[in-house]
DNA sequence: TAGGGCACTTTCCTAAAGGAAAGTAGTACC
DNA sequence: GGTACTACTTTCCTTTAGGAAAGTGCCCTA
């Protein structure tokens, strides 16, 4: 049997999946993402809160997710000078769906070891709340 | 102010987030999702199926989706002898997940790029339904 | 016995992501 | 003048993903 080609508008599908993806990968945007949701606001504070992150990295991953319109870097321009990062409310469209791939990962994590991995029910909602801690 | 730590329950959803972006990440997984879903079986069938592709990434992929029990490869033993793969009807219940992927992504590149980028209202759902083409 | 199809594997290579460590420019404080 | 803090940047290095091209083992058909 001859192989069968995908319907274009699939590919055009893909396209935009990857679109997606591209924005949330990077082993570090969403521990950002969740530092600054727990209030966490300069580019050191930031750094501190994330164990292992590295000044270069974090200086990227921050640009990448200013391009994305998904944060805001502003100077604050009293003495001494500041920097302030703080996530925009399009970050909010994201939730339902890093929420649904983190209960996928859960339950595909059961489902692969097969053991229990429990989490109280405090989920990114929660990490992703006006004021953490 | 001193940096504020992530509570370790958000980091442990930030683990499960990481474990799906994991399982549909690689360039080629959801291309051989669709392959599969329109009703490529065979090796050779799906490989002609995705323009670019190569063998060696291929069966790396097919390996990893049937480590994630996504996919399931059968050796079907008359003669000549088969190999086919198949969907799992587990990789449904990516479904949800891929389409909110794909709707995110069209809207941020709209957003992005403020142009559109319309789509029939065929989305993955019907490139993955049953029967394609 | 030669050639072809199938389902891969192997080898070699390139590009991109990520990290460690040090440096830098501006300001302030002592 | 020296030290320290902030927000980065720069250099160099390692790891990983991905790709091109060729090869392999098996069976089948002519």
Redesign the interface.
């Known amino acids: 049997?001859?192989?069968?080609?995908?319907?274009p508008?699939?590919?055009?599908?893909?396209?935009?999946?990857?679109?997606?993806?591209e924005?949330?990968?990077g082993k570090w945007k969403?521990?950002i993402l969740?530092?600054l949701s727990?209030?966490?606001e300069?580019f050191?504070?930031?750094?501190?809160?994330?164990p292992g992150i590295t000044p270069k990295i974090l200086a990227k991953e921050l640009k990448e997710l200013e391009q994305?319109?998904l944060i805001k870097r502003t100077i604050i321009d009293d003495y001494p000078i500041k920097i302030v990062y703080r996530s925009e409310n399009?970050a909010h469209?994201?939730h339902?769906?890093?929420y649904?791939?983190?209960?996928?990962?859960?339950?595909?994590?059961k489902?692969?070891f097969n053991k229990g991995y429990v989490?109280?029910d405090?989920?990114?909602a929660?990490?992703m709340s006006e004021e953490?801690?």
């Open positions: 049997m001859a192989a069968k080609k995908a319907k508008v699939c590919l055009d599908s893909v396209k935009a999946v990857r679109d997606t993806l924005v949330i990968n969403l521990d969740i530092s727990i209030g966490n300069r050191t504070d930031i750094q501190d809160s994330i994305h319109q399009y469209t994201l339902p769906i890093i649904a791939l983190k209960e996928w990962g859960l339950n595909h994590r489902k692969i989490e109280t405090a989920a990114i929660s990490c953490g801690t």
